[in-house]
């Protein structure tokens, strides 16, 4: 059964810092994507990464996976406070089916 | 529509009441898909829905939750007998299927479930 963990669960950081959240997962998967959730909102697709060593970026967030170590890493560079929000990654269940597993997000506060 | 439409946007109901959750998800889209996501939690995957083949039911906590599409398109989520633990945020999203791989899924806004 895949598990997907991510760590921090929270995050509180200053403008300006760079940080990186952490994601598990349990089984081999080759599709795996990022989304963000401000409060009360719901989710909104940042990444999509679908191969090994792939790498997206936009703006001061970066996305890469790494398939050998079921990992997957969202970096973030010089935070502003506009990021604040939750961020997941979700990861696919098995090939050939659509089902996602998701982590349990991270809470990531920007403080000004 | 320009997005996945969910209602009502909030439910308050008594312990032991139905409720019945609503999605209409992007025209066109194949795929669809409920998730649940409790205080603070991440999204607990439900069931799913891929054009005229057999719902995956493997998320459905128990024979309480049951979920249709009809005319594959908009897709209810019935739960019976509401307990207080079914307090959540119940959300849908839908894919062009096959194409979910390149860009994701589109959520809706979700439906804020209070069993009182």
């Known amino acids: 059964e895949l598990k997907v963990e991510q760590n921090p669960l929270f995050l509180s950081m200053q403008e300006g810092k760079n940080y990186t959240i952490y994601c598990n997962y349990s089984t081999t998967s080759d599709r795996l994507y990022w989304y963000r959730q401000d409060p009360g909102k719901s989710l909104e697709s940042l990444f999509v990464?679908?191969?090994?060593?792939a790498v997206k970026q936009e703006g001061r967030l970066m996305a890469s996976l790494d398939t050998k170590a079921r990992l997957s890493t969202l970096h973030i560079t010089a935070a502003v406070h506009d990021l604040s929000a939750t961020y997941f990654c979700a990861v696919g269940a098995t090939s050939g089916t659509y089902k996602y597993i998701f982590g349990t997000g991270t809470r990531l506060k920007v403080l000004a | 529509g320009a997005g996945v439409s969910q209602s009502p946007s909030n439910k308050v109901t008594e312990k032991g009441k139905d409720v019945e959750l609503r999605c209409d998800p992007i025209?066109?889209?194949?795929?669809l898909y409920w998730y649940r996501q409790s205080l603070g939690q991440g999204l607990e995957f439900l069931i799913y829905f891929q054009g005229n083949s057999a719902p995956d039911k493997s998320g459905l906590p128990s024979d309480r939750f049951s979920a249709e599409r009809t005319g594959g398109s908009v897709s209810t989520l019935t739960i019976q007998r509401t307990q207080q633990e079914d307090s959540a945020v119940y959300l849908c999203?839908?894919?062009?299927?096959?194409?979910?791989?390149?860009?994701?899924?589109?959520f809706g806004s979700g439906t804020r479930l209070t069993v009182v």
């Open positions: 990464l679908l191969s090994n060593g």
């Open positions: 999203a839908s894919s062009l299927g096959g194409t979910v791989m390149l860009y994701g899924y589109t």
């Open positions: 025209s066109g889209h194949t795929a």
